[in-house]
Antibody, heavy 116, light 111 residues
Framework: QVQLQESGPGLVKPSETLSLTCTVS????????WSWIRQPAGKGLEWIGR???????NYNPSLKSRVTMSVDTSKNQFSLKLSSVTAADTAVYYC??????????WGQGTMVTVSS | QSVLTQPPSASGTPGQRVTISCSGS????????VNWYQQLPGTAPKLLIY???QRPSGVPDRFSGSKSGTSASLAISGLQSEDEADYYC????????????FGGGTKLTVL
C-alpha cells in the first residue's frame, strides 16, 4: 500500500525559502503526477502544484513565481521549494499522488510556520 | 476566494439525506470531471468521489456524486454522526496551463 510522508523544517523565517520533501513508500514513484497542497489553519485547501516523474510541472498561477518542484526517482522522493515566504504561507502542507484525474493518496501533512 | 463555490455549511439529522453543491465555470467543471474529498477533524483529506460519481473502494454507497454543466453535487443519504466533517470539491481547470482548483469547503454538521 502506497504511503506518503512529508518532511522538512517546521519553522521558516520570513523572506527565506520553505523546503519540503515527500517520501513515497510501498510503491514506485514512476508514472504518476505528485502534488503539493496546503491548508492554513481553519481555512480551505489550496493546490500549490504538481510534478510528473519526467520532471514536467504544473503550478498554481498565483504561486508560480515562487514555486519550484523537483523529483528524485532513485530515492522515491519529490520536493517543494517556496521562496520569499511570508506569514501568509503558514499552513499544513500535504503531498499527494495525482492519478489520472484525481488525487487519491495523501500524506498526513506537516505544519510549517513562517515567523522570525 | 475559491474558484469553485460551495456553501460554507450544511446540516442534517441522522438518517436524513443532505446535498452539497459545487459551482464552477466552463474551464473547470464544464470541461473536466469533479472529485470530492472528506476531511475529518485533524486529519488529511480523503478521496470520497472521483470522476463525478465513482466511489473508491471502501467508501459506502451512501455517498454519491453528480455533475451537470458547470455544477456538481455530493449527496449523503442515511446521514450518520461520523459523517460530520468538511467536504471539498475539486476539478482541473484548463486555463493558464492547467491547474487544480478547489471549493472553499462545506462543514457538515450532524444535529
Amino acid at each position: 500500500q502506497v504511503q506518503l510522508q512529508e518532511s522538512g523544517p517546521g519553522l521558516v523565517k520570513p523572506s527565506e525559502t520553505l523546503s519540503l520533501t515527500c517520501t513515497v513508500s510501498g510503491g514506485s514513484i514512476s508514472s504518476y503526477y505528485w502534488s503539493w497542497i496546503r491548508q492554513p489553519a481553519g481555512k480551505g485547501l489550496e493546490w500549490i502544484g504538481r510534478i510528473y516523474t519526467s520532471g514536467s510541472t504544473n503550478y498554481n498561477p498565483s504561486l508560480k513565481s515562487r514555486v519550484t518542484m523537483s523529483v528524485d526517482t532513485s530515492k522515491n522522493q519529490f520536493s517543494l521549494k517556496l521562496s520569499s515566504v511570508t506569514a501568509a504561507d503558514t499552513a499544513v502542507y500535504y503531498c499527494a499522488r495525482d492519478r489520472y484525474g484525481y488525487t487519491d493518496i495523501w500524506g498526513q501533512g506537516t505544519m510549517v510556520t513562517v515567523s522570525s | 476566494q475559491s474558484v469553485l463555490t460551495q456553501p460554507p455549511s450544511a446540516s442534517g439529522t441522522p438518517g436524513q439525506r443532505v446535498t452539497i453543491s459545487c459551482s464552477g465555470s466552463s474551464s473547470n467543471i464544464g470541461s473536466n470531471t469533479v472529485n470530492w474529498y472528506q476531511q475529518l477533524p485533524g486529519t488529511a483529506p480523503k478521496l470520497l468521489i472521483y470522476s463525478n460519481n465513482q466511489r473508491p473502494s471502501g467508501v459506502p454507497d451512501r455517498f454519491s456524486g453528480s455533475k451537470s454543466g458547470t455544477s456538481a453535487s455530493l449527496a449523503i443519504s442515511g446521514l450518520q454522526s461520523e459523517d460530520e466533517a468538511d467536504y471539498y470539491c475539486a476539478a482541473w481547470d484548463d486555463s493558464l496551463n492547467g491547474h487544480w482548483v478547489f471549493g472553499g469547503g462545506t462543514k457538515l454538521t450532524v444535529l
